[in-house]
Nanobody, 118 residues
Framework: QVQLVESGGGLVQPGGSLRLSCAAS????????MGWYRQAPGKQRELVAS???????NYADSVKGRFTISRDNAKNTMILQMNSLKPEDTASYYC????????????WGQGTQVTVSS
């Protein structure tokens, strides 16, 4: 029932920007905490950014000041605006959703690839 669909990944040069979107269905979107993980081959999965059902945000130190997470509850969509991209940002990016009060297991999207290269 729960579906999370990412879009917006692609190839970009260092210093460029990308806008990732996560469209959710099958949940009461406004009640869920949302966020983005990323994983590169041979590396640990990293929590990039999160936004609570109340709108509070958190960022990994590696992206702080460059990425912005936001949500539009009316459109059941979460956004990750990625600026000043670096080669080390190259990874598969995964959207997740978890109920803000009940918690429980995370719901995941299929992922979208971001490649930063000159």
């Amino acid at each position: 029932q729960v579906q999370l669909v990412e879009s917006g990944g692609g190839l970009v040069q260092p210093g460029g920007s990308l806008r990732l979107s996560c469209a959710a269905s099958g949940i009461i979107f406004s009640m869920y905490d949302m966020g983005w993980y990323r994983q590169a081959p041979g590396k640990q999965r990293e929590l990039v950014a999160s936004i609570s059902s109340g709108g509070s945000t958190n960022y990994a130190d590696s992206v702080k000041g460059r990425f912005t997470i936001s949500r539009d509850n009316a459109k059941n969509t979460m956004i990750l605006q990625m600026n000043s991209l670096k080669p080390e940002d190259t990874a598969s990016y995964y959207c997740y959703a978890v109920h803000g009060l009940l918690k429980g297991g995370l719901n995941w999207g299929q992922g979208t690839q971001v490649t930063v290269s000159s």
